[in-house]
């Protein structure tokens, strides 16, 4: 049995939920979800974005959609998320709220200017929220995004017509090591969107592309800058391919990687990558470098 929570008496603006100081509007939110021991994650990153002067918009029911914003000098953005219990918001708390990018951004820093990054591909794109921070560090950059789950994608294209990216950055594929068709399968971690898996096992028309063929298909003739991947243990089949390996080497100048080590042995994926790209670990991710990148150069 789950643990009842009282949510305490109102004051002034705010009230205090497990400790965490909760904007007024969101009491009723807060009353129908805080019987789920999992709901003071989702709430508590609603409230620091509220502390830092995001904007906190809940649909009429509060079960569609969840609207936060923000317009200050430092971050103009729109972003549609969906409620508890979606796994949107904590999603959005790890990227904006806690930097989850931040030491990825100051790599790059040691190393070129920001103005230098051109193209982005980001595979496992989620809801769009990885490409919209990027997008706001980068100003020169083009962006292709690849996103299999159907729903999340729409969430995407949504959030990138909302802040100035045409929806067409956006790919309903999947990345995978072969070309394919599936279908998305929920039994990997929490089962919630952002562990969503693509699963060729499963009959789907949801196609899968290799990388490579991205490559060919979206930057053919140009470097990537950057490579951001998380895309739920696929990446070891992906990256254990000498062919892809090679690639990376003449194509890719800086790795973001999400590494799930419930899908194979760490150790072995970062040698692999270590013969071309100077390999850090800082908190869930996996940062390379590539020594050669002084050939990478755009036209």
């Not at 200050?72 to 990227?95: C, M, Q, W, Y």
């Not at 560090?137 to 100035?164: C, H, Q, V, W």
């Not at 991710?285 to 002084?294: A, E, Q, W, Y």
Request: glycine share 6%.
């Amino acid at each position: 049995m789950k643990p009842q929570v009282k949510v305490c008496t109102h004051e002034g603006e705010s009230f205090i939920f497990e400790g965490i100081q909760v904007p007024t509007h969101l009491h009723s939110y807060v009353a129908k979800y805080n019987s789920n021991s999992n709901f003071k994650y989702h709430i508590y990153y609603l409230s620091m974005a509220w502390l830092q002067g995001w904007r906190i918009k809940l649909s009429e029911d509060v079960s569609t959609n969840i609207c936060i914003e923000s317009s200050t000098s430092e971050i103009s953005l729109s972003l549609k998320l969906r409620p508890f219990p979606s796994s949107d918001v904590e999603a959005f708390g790890h990227i904006f709220i806690n930097n989850h990018f931040k030491p990825f951004i100051d790599t790059i820093r040691q190393t070129s200017p920001l103005t230098d990054i051109r193209h982005i591909f980001d595979f496992g794109a989620y809801v769009g929220l990885s490409s919209l921070f990027f997008y706001r560090e980068f100003p020169n950059m083009k962006l292709t995004a690849f996103e299999p789950d159907r729903e999340s994608y729409d969430i995407l294209k949504t959030n990138f017509t909302r802040n100035g990216l045409a929806a067409s950055a956006g790919q309903n594929v999947a990345v995978w090591h072969e070309s394919t068709t599936g279908d998305i399968a929920d039994d990997f971690r929490d089962g919630r969107a952002w562990s969503l898996q693509f699963d060729p096992k499963k009959k789907g028309a949801l196609q899968a592309i290799t990388l490579p063929q991205s490559i060919e298909q979206f930057a053919s003739n140009q470097p990537i800058d950057i490579i951001k991947m998380d895309i739920e243990g696929a990446e070891y089949k992906i990256l254990s391919d000498s062919n892809v390996l090679e690639l990376l080497r003449h194509k890719v100048r800086y790795l973001c990687l999400e590494i799930h080590d419930e899908m194979g042995p760490r150790t072995e994926l970062l040698n692999a990558l270590s013969k071309t790209f100077s390999i850090s670990e800082v908190g869930e991710h996996t940062l390379g470098v590539n020594r050669f990148m002084g050939n990478l150069l755009h036209a």
